[in-house]
């Protein structure tokens, strides 16, 4: 089987971390994975924001409610897209992606974390100091997995996969 089909079928989300740093050089080639995705008009209007300060992390992760998991990853990486753009929730999407995948190939754990539009996306984007006309879309928890969870159940190909018509 080809490497990346096997990177994608052996990702699952990962919610807890051991407390170790990822390199900066790993995290820069994660970001520059996620700057490669397609993006609509290839406007590329995002910004990704990584955090690795302890404190940061810990602010963050009490801000999120369902991302507490975040003060033990190595590294949050916020995505954010420019306001106006008019596919900014789609390019975050194929960006967060790209990252996740290959993080994966790395053998970090992550984990998505809801944040577009969510009741507490505006606090982050204070705490973080986002300009006006940038969006926060995607924040992702990255590090070094202390457990690998079992995969949950997903659908058989067979339930989601139609040819011609439905």
Same mark, same amino acid.
């Given at each position: 089987? =080809?490497?990346?089909?096997?990177?994608? $079928?052996? *990702?699952?989300?990962? *919610?807890?971390?051991?407390? $170790?740093?990822?390199?900066?050089?790993?995290?820069?080639?994660?970001?520059? @994975?996620? *700057?490669?995705?397609?993006?609509?008009? =290839?406007?590329?209007? %995002?910004?990704?924001?990584?955090?690795?300060?302890?404190?940061?992390?810990?602010?963050?992760?009490?801000?999120?409610? %369902?991302?507490?998991?975040?003060?033990?990853?190595?590294?949050?990486?916020?995505?954010? @897209?420019? $306001?106006?753009?008019?596919?900014?929730?789609?390019?975050? @999407?194929?960006?967060?992606?790209?990252?996740?995948?290959?993080?994966?190939?790395?053998?970090?754990?992550?984990? %998505?974390? =809801?944040?577009?539009?969510?009741?507490?996306?505006?606090?982050?984007? *204070?705490?973080?100091?986002?300009? =006006?006309?940038?969006?926060?879309?995607?924040?992702?928890?990255?590090?070094?997995?202390?457990?690998?969870?079992?995969?949950?159940?997903? $659908?058989?190909?067979?339930?989601?996969?139609? %040819?011609?018509?439905?």
């Amino acid at each position: 089987m =080809n490497e990346t089909i096997k990177t994608i $079928k052996s *990702r699952v989300s990962v *919610r807890k971390f051991l407390e $170790k740093e990822v390199p900066k050089e790993i995290l820069e080639d994660l970001i520059d @994975c996620g *700057r490669l995705a397609p993006s609509g008009y =290839n406007r590329q209007p %995002w910004i990704f924001l990584v955090v690795t300060d302890k404190e940061l992390k810990n602010r963050l992760a009490e801000i999120t409610p %369902w991302g507490r998991f975040l003060k033990e990853a190595g590294a949050g990486i916020l995505i954010f @897209c420019e $306001k106006d753009a008019e596919t900014a929730l789609e390019d975050a @999407c194929a960006a967060g992606e790209n990252i996740i995948i290959a993080a994966q190939s790395y053998g970090l754990g992550t984990c %998505w974390i =809801n944040s577009y539009k969510k009741a507490y996306s505006e606090d982050v984007k *204070r705490l973080v100091k986002c300009p =006006n006309n940038m969006e926060l879309m995607v924040m992702l928890a990255v590090g070094y997995p202390a457990e690998i969870p079992q995969r949950p159940p997903k $659908k058989s190909l067979s339930e989601v996969l139609r %040819w011609q018509t439905f």
